[in-house]
């Protein structure tokens, strides 16, 4: 348990959106390096929560799903090329990621399916500490 203590710690530190928050942790512990995460708005940005994860971890992401018959369809990965500017150098980088989002584009329900997940990563957690 003193690894996924430590997961824990390190991500509260950071400005993660409180629904999504234990999600990324028990990603982070299953190896999955996130990169940026949402938990989704009703007036900006996603309408649905999403994860975006270093293009690496797509096989343990599709392994980990693939466990899950109905998590298989009620959460997608897509390959994203994703472009950022720094601000202060205006410099332009741009990488491959992987978006980990809900099938359902829809706040109330992309939510729920999200919370479906972090459920299963837990239960299987659970297995594995024992």
């Known amino acids: 348990m003193k ?5 824990r ?3 509260m530190k950071l400005k993660l959106d409180k629904g999504i928050r234990e999600l990324v942790v028990l990603l982070n512990y299953f190896t999955i390096e996130t990169e940026m995460s949402c938990w989704g708005h ?4 996603f309408g649905y929560p999403w994860i975006d994860s270093i293009i690496s971890s797509k096989f343990k992401i599709d392994n980990l799903l693939s466990n899950s018959e109905s998590l298989n369809y009620e959460i997608e990965t897509k390959e994203l090329n994703i472009e950022e500017i720094d601000i ?4 332009i980088f741009i990488y491959n990621a992987i ?5 359902y584009k829809r ?4 939510r729920k399916q ?3 997940f972090k459920s299963y ?3 299987k957690l659970k297995y594995e500490l024992l």
Request: hydrophobic share 25%; charged share 50%; net charge positive.
């Open 107 to 110: 706040l109330l329900k992309g």
């Open 121 to 123: 990563l837990k239960k």
């Open 9 to 11: 710690k390190k991500l």
């Open 88 to 91: 202060k150098t205006k410099e």
């Open 114 to 116: 999200f919370n479906r």
């Open 42 to 45: 009703k007036d900006k940005g």
């Open 99 to 103: 978006r980990i989002s809900p099938r």
């Open 3 to 7: 690894k996924l203590d430590l997961h």
